[in-house]
T-cell receptor, first 113, second 113 residues
Framework: AQSVTQPDIHITVSEGASLELRCNYS??????LFWYVQSPGQGLQLLLK??????LVQGIKGFEAEFKRSQSSFNLRKPSVHWSDAAEYFC???????????FGTGTSLTVIP | DVKVTQSSRYLVKRTGEKVFLECVQD?????MFWYRQDPGLGLRLIYF???????EKGDIPEGYSVSREKKERFSLILESASTNQTSMYLC????????????FGPGTRLTVL
């Protein structure tokens, strides 16, 4: 069965510091992976996605993620965090049928000045 | 840009009331989804629909039903609202291919008293 684990419930970083949010997935074949961001009181917005090709994926707002099959991971990174990046981040994998998404429980990011 | 709208941002209902949550998308997407979001639990799929009048149960369908009479509209129905259905409800839509992302509405914060 497919699933996603985000080990970090909450992360605090200083503005300007680098960021890495962890995502581990469980899926037998080549996964289709997504990172979303949810600002307070809002719906989810896509940051980036991976389904084939280059394992380093660039997204919006200066985010990138690296797919590592050997580690079953798809970690999200940003070299320099801005205060506006404070939000909740969700990793997701598409299931076998191609319709259902499986989301992690999310990582809440706090940015301190 | 894809737009997914939800009929209400905030809703307060009483136990036992019948509740309708409406979702409309403007991009002719085949797939539509209803999730509920609770702290620490991430997004959990209630129902999804892959075509007009078609529906599939998600992970937590109990206490909910859905209706999709037109391609652009997907309704979530709480037949008899209960306090444990107090939650944030998110609607999403997606084109049919497996590598496509879901587009989310802003959410409806439902409180059942």
């Amino acid at each position: 069965a497919q699933s996603v684990t985000q080990p970090d419930i909450h992360i605090t970083v200083s503005e300007g510091a680098s960021l890495e949010l962890r995502c581990n997935y469980s899926y037998g074949a080549t996964p289709y992976l997504f990172w979303y961001v949810q600002s307070p009181g809002q719906g989810l917005q896509l940051l980036l996605k991976y389904f084939s090709g280059d394992t380093l994926v660039q997204g919006i707002k200066g985010f990138e993620a690296e797919f590592k099959r050997s580690q079953s991971s798809f970690n999200l990174r940003k070299p320099s965090v801005h205060w506006s990046d404070a939000a909740e981040y969700f990793c997701a994998v598409v299931g076998d049928t191609g319709n259902q998404f499986y989301f992690g429980t999310g990582t809440s990011l706090t940015v301190i000045p | 840009d894809v737009k997914v709208t939800q009929s209400s941002r905030y809703l307060v209902k009483r136990t036992g009331e019948k509740v309708f949550l409406e979702c409309v998308q403007d991009m002719d997407h085949e797939n539509m989804f209803w999730y509920r979001q609770d702290p620490g639990l991430g997004l959990r799929l209630i129902y999804f629909s892959y075509d007009v009048k078609m529906k599939e149960k998600g992970d937590i369908p109990e206490g909910y039903s859905v209706s999709r009479e037109k391609k652009e509209r997907f309704s979530l129905i709480l037949e008899s609202a209960s306090t444990n259905q107090t939650s944030m409800y998110l609607c999403a839509s997606r084109a049919g291919q497996r590598y496509n992302e879901q587009f989310f509405g802003p959410g409806t914060r439902l409180t059942v008293l």
